[in-house]
């Protein structure tokens, strides 16, 4: 009789979580440091990295697929089906006038799958979905003329997404890696002006710049591994992401408005209005390099420092503030006895930290800071079906700003990721 053992559950899972990902979901976020470039970049790392500060240069694993860099691909032994979702909390205070603001949000994080072409050769394949940046603010702001009082308003929303797909091959110690894609999003930015005034009426002015792009992208890397023993071994990784040129169509509109709360928003005359205008912006490249110290199934700890030149960004000829910067990684991981009967024993632990100065500036250099843990919980490991299944959880606290910045911002950010286990595509077998 032929064995045969299903597959239908990771079919539906793979099929699920397209939809999940397609929707928009509303989120409660409110930065004002998302209204530069393509706004707040979202981390670049899976759940798992991100719980070791980010480390990716010289990161793989036979179940995990580190997107960062895509000469992992080939270390892919068993087919890996992720999804990512994030929580965070941020908090902003201003320092003119003292205040605090706070926001929480829920937003999927990434989705891929990795696919093992060929064990033998050292052969793999990747295909994923993740976010790249947001923005999202609204902001209100009052101030006093020698005649009347004017209240600004600022809304923004938007962000950018890769979909992309790749490869990594090589032999038992070096691999190389490529992945290609589609980057695509929109920036909407809407400015309200209007007098306050308790005996004459005024029309508020209203101003919008609404722009989509999209375009392609590649990056590259690779990894080298030196055996110290049969156990023990350093691991050698960098990779780039290449500059690209992104095509954007742009409207603009300033118009003269009125407002009430039956009619809603009227139109009572146009300024100037610029339909459909083409342009270009320009993604700046980016490239990291790092090294690690892994006893197999055991620990490991490692470094790397990632720069991007965001100096070169430019949405249609402006720069908007934007400016090179630079992130030092520092990671590790434990694994007490991953043979143990005692679940806890069996848990992977991670621990990390970064820091490094923002992709803009305004009047001052915004510094970053990120501490960061989690843990790899096994949920399932059968050696005769060679079904695995994680969950990755990511605790970090990000701080953005410092006393010589008008606004500080302090983000709490759970991360969960759900990494599937398959082993797929074996020949039938006879009983």
């Not at 009789?1 to 409660?28: D, G, H, W, Y």
């Not at 976010?131 to 962000?159: F, K, L, Q």
């Not at 993604?283 to 490692?302: F, L």
Request: glycine fraction near 8%; charged fraction near 20%; hydrophobic fraction near 30%.
């Amino acid at each position: 009789m032929r064995s045969v053992r299903p597959i239908t559950n990771c079919f539906s899972a793979f099929f699920i979580s397209i939809v999940f990902l397609i929707p928009k979901i509303e989120a409660q976020e409110n930065s004002p440091y998302s209204r530069y470039g393509l706004g707040n970049l979202t981390p670049a790392q899976n759940n798992l990295n991100r719980a070791m500060g980010g480390l990716t240069a010289a990161y793989n694993n036979f179940q995990s697929v580190n997107f960062t860099n895509p000469a992992s691909y080939a270390n892919i032994k068993i087919t890996s089906y992720d999804i990512g979702l994030d929580y965070s909390s941020r908090t902003l205070r201003t320092l003119n006038p003292p205040k605090s603001f706070a926001s929480n949000y829920l937003i999927p994080s990434y989705f891929k799958l990795g696919l093992p072409l060929s064990k033998k050769n050292n052969w793999g394949m990747n295909i994923g979905l993740r976010p790249i940046s947001r923005i999202n603010y609204d902001i209100s702001i009052r101030t006093r003329t020698s005649i009347d009082s004017i209240r600004y308003g600022y809304v923004g929303n938007g962000g950018s997404y890769q979909a992309f797909t790749g490869m990594g091959f090589g032999t038992k110690n070096f691999t190389v890696g490529f992945n290609v894609g589609y980057m695509f999003g929109n920036k909407e930015y809407n400015t309200r002006v209007s007098f306050v005034n308790d005996t004459l009426t005024y029309k508020m002015s209203n101003s919008t710049d609404t722009t989509r792009f999209g375009g392609l992208f590649y990056n590259a890397g690779f990894q080298y591994k030196i055996n110290l023993d049969k156990t023990t071994s350093i691991k050698i990784g960098a990779f780039s992401n290449f500059k690209s040129e992104l095509s954007a169509t742009r409207s603009i509109s300033r118009e003269t408005i009125s407002f009430t709360t039956t009619q809603g928003v009227q139109t009572i005359d146009s300024v100037y209005r610029g339909n459909e205008e083409k342009g270009t912006i320009i993604y700046p490249a980016s490239r990291g390099a790092g090294i690690s110290i892994d006893k197999e199934n055991v620990w490991m700890v490692g470094v790397e420092l990632n720069k991007a030149k965001w100096n070169d960004y430019r949405y249609y000829g402006s720069n908007d503030n934007q400016v090179d910067n630079w992130t030092a990684r520092f990671g590790s991981q434990l694994i007490p006895n991953y043979k143990s009967e005692k679940y806890w024993s069996r848990v992977a632990y991670r621990f990390g930290f970064s820091f490094g100065p923002d992709n803009f500036k305004l009047k001052n250099t915004i510094n970053q800071k990120t501490f960061s843990f989690g843990a790899g919980l096994p949920v399932r490991r059968n050696v005769y079906t060679n079904q695995y299944t994680i969950i990755n959880t990511a605790f970090e606290l990000c701080y953005r700003g410092n006393n010589t910045n008008e606004i500080k911002e302090s983000i709490f950010r759970f991360s969960l990721g759900f990494n599937l286990g398959d082993i797929w595509f074996n020949k039938p077998k006879y009983q």
